[in-house]
């Protein structure tokens, strides 16, 4: 991990750590719909994993978490720890991402722990993007934090 990056590269890390909360706390529906194709709750997971495990000691040497806040959110990692290994179809199939009473759950919590730690309203933009490349089609996904006037 490197420990001496630029403002802007540990700018965009934090963003995309605070998507991955927001992401893990929205309706199972738009869930879906910002992660796109693919096993959509594995992707919630490590998003979460990738971007606090790995850089929550960058954070907060920046000043943007404290010791309080790393607490609250070592105690919610061992929480998900309970979704570690469930059959396939938890992580792939959008019915039990909308449905399952663990997704909820889950949902829930994330909820509470924003509100604890960030006391601010968040939302995902997605912006799409299909193209040709080298034969094949891809799609590139833009996601942006923001944040709701209520």
Same mark, same amino acid.
């Given at each position: 991990?490197k420990?001496?990056?630029?403002?802007t590269?540990?700018?965009?890390l934090?963003e995309?750590f605070?998507i991955?909360?927001?992401v893990?706390?929205?309706p199972?529906?738009?869930?879906?719909?910002?992660?796109?194709?693919?096993?959509?709750?594995?992707e919630i997971l490590?998003?979460?994993?990738?971007?606090y495990?790995?850089?929550?000691?960058?954070?907060?040497?920046? %000043? !943007? &978490?404290?010791?309080?806040q790393i607490?609250? $959110?070592?105690n919610? #990692? =061992?929480?998900?720890k309970k979704?570690?290994?469930?059959?396939?179809?938890?992580?792939?199939?959008?019915?039990?991402?909308?449905n399952?009473?663990?997704?909820?759950?889950?949902?829930?919590k994330?909820?509470?722990?924003?509100?604890?730690?960030?006391?601010?309203?968040?939302?995902v933009?997605?912006?799409?993007r299909?193209?040709?490349s080298? %034969? !094949? &089609?891809?799609?590139?996904?833009?996601?942006? $934090?923001?944040?709701? #006037? =209520?």
């Amino acid at each position: 991990m490197k420990k001496n990056m630029d403002y802007t590269t540990i700018e965009f890390l934090y963003e995309e750590f605070i998507i991955s909360l927001v992401v893990m706390s929205l309706p199972g529906e738009r869930q879906c719909q910002i992660v796109g194709y693919g096993c959509v709750g594995d992707e919630i997971l490590l998003d979460f994993d990738h971007y606090y495990n790995d850089f929550k000691d960058i954070y907060f040497e920046n %000043g !943007y &978490l404290d010791l309080h806040q790393i607490e609250i $959110l070592d105690n919610f #990692k =061992e929480y998900l720890k309970k979704f570690d290994n469930l059959d396939e179809e938890f992580y792939w199939d959008h019915n039990q991402i909308i449905n399952h009473p663990n997704w909820e759950e889950l949902r829930i919590k994330t909820s509470a722990l924003i509100q604890e730690l960030f006391n601010d309203n968040y939302d995902v933009e997605i912006t799409r993007r299909t193209e040709q490349s080298q %034969g !094949y &089609l891809v799609e590139n996904t833009f996601r942006k $934090l923001i944040i709701r #006037k =209520e």
